[in-house]
C-alpha cells in the first residue's frame, strides 16, 4: 500500500487504460477520483471500483471545457481535501494524410489530447504547488518521438504534450512536484485477456501492464523522478536507441 492516504486524479478513467491505472493506483492505498465523460461507463467504472474496495469518486468532465476539470478538481479537494497525483491519460487516436484530414477532425483530436492536459494541468497545478508535493504522470506514445504515415495528427499532439510536460517539469521542479511520461506502443485495449503463452503477449500490451509501470513511478520515492518512460511488447520492432 505505497499510496495510502494519497488522491490521485485520472482523467479518462472510465475505460480501457485510464481506468487500468485507476484500479492499479487503487491497489496502492490511492482514492481515486475518475475524470471522464458523464454517463454509464464513468458510473459503471467507478461502482467496479468500489466494489473491489476502492475509495472512488466520479468527476463527471469533459476535459476540453474549463469550467468543467476545474469543478473536478474541486469536487476532488471537498471529498478527501488534498490531491496528490495527476495522471493525464485522456486522448484519442484519429488517422488520416493531412491533405485529407477534416480541419474539425484535427481540432477534435488537439483539443482532446493536448489541450485536455493544459486544462487540468491549469486547474490542479495550483494545488500541488500550495503543498509542495505531488506527481503528474502524462501518457504519451511513441508516436510523441518517431512520425509516422497517417499519423501527422496525432503524432503532432503527442509531440505537443511531450513538450508541455517538459517544460511544466522545470516550472515545478523547485515546488518538488515530480513530472513523468509514460509513453507506450501497442496496446491492447479492447477485446478479451491475452492468453498466456500466446504469441499476441510478445505482440501487444495489455492496460493493466502499463498501469503497473505508472503505479511503480508515482510510489517511487520522493527525491526520484522519471522523465520519459517508453514501454512495449518484445516483438514491436522498435529500438530502444
Avoid at 484535427?106 to 506527481?135: C, V, Y
Avoid at 504519451?140 to 517544460?167: H, I
Avoid at 509513453?183 to 505482440?203: K, L, V, W
Wanted: include cysteine; proline fraction near 5%; charge should be neutral.
Amino acid at each position: 500500500m505505497m499510496l495510502e492516504n494519497q488522491v490521485a486524479l485520472i482523467t479518462g478513467a472510465s475505460h480501457g487504460l485510464g481506468l487500468a491505472i485507476a484500479r492499479a493506483l487503487s491497489a496502492e492505498g490511492a482514492s481515486i477520483a475518475c475524470l471522464a465523460r458523464p454517463g454509464a461507463g464513468l458510473d459503471a467504472a467507478v461502482s467496479g471500483l468500489q466494489a473491489a474496495g476502492a475509495q472512488a469518486l466520479a468527476t463527471p468532465a469533459d476535459v476540453t471545457r474549463s469550467a468543467e476539470v476545474e469543478a473536478a478538481v474541486r469536487a476532488t479537494l471537498e471529498r478527501w481535501g488534498r490531491l496528490d497525483i495527476v495522471v493525464l491519460n485522456a486522448g484519442t487516436w484519429k488517422g488520416g494524410a493531412v491533405q485529407e484530414l477534416s480541419e474539425a477532425d484535427w481540432d477534435s483530436l488537439l483539443d482532446l489530447n493536448l489541450k485536455g492536459a493544459f486544462l487540468t494541468l491549469k486547474h490542479a497545478l495550483p494545488w500541488l504547488i500550495e503543498r509542495r508535493r505531488g506527481t503528474v504522470v502524462g501518457i504519451g506514445s511513441l508516436g510523441g518521438w518517431v512520425g509516422q504515415p497517417g499519423g501527422a495528427a496525432y503524432a503532432a499532439s503527442k509531440w505537443g504534450l511531450r513538450g508541455l510536460l517538459e517544460s511544466v517539469a522545470l516550472e515545478v521542479k523547485p515546488h518538488r512536484i515530480r513530472v513523468s511520461l509514460v509513453h507506450p506502443h501497442n496496446i491492447r485495449s479492447a477485446g478479451p485477456p491475452i492468453a498466456p503463452g500466446s504469441p499476441e503477449r510478445d505482440r501487444n500490451l495489455e492496460p493493466s501492464e502499463i498501469a503497473s509501470l505508472v503505479a511503480w513511478i508515482c510510489a517511487a520515492p520522493e527525491h526520484v523522478v522519471v522523465g520519459n518512460a517508453t514501454i512495449w511488447p518484445l516483438d514491436a520492432g522498435v529500438s530502444g536507441g
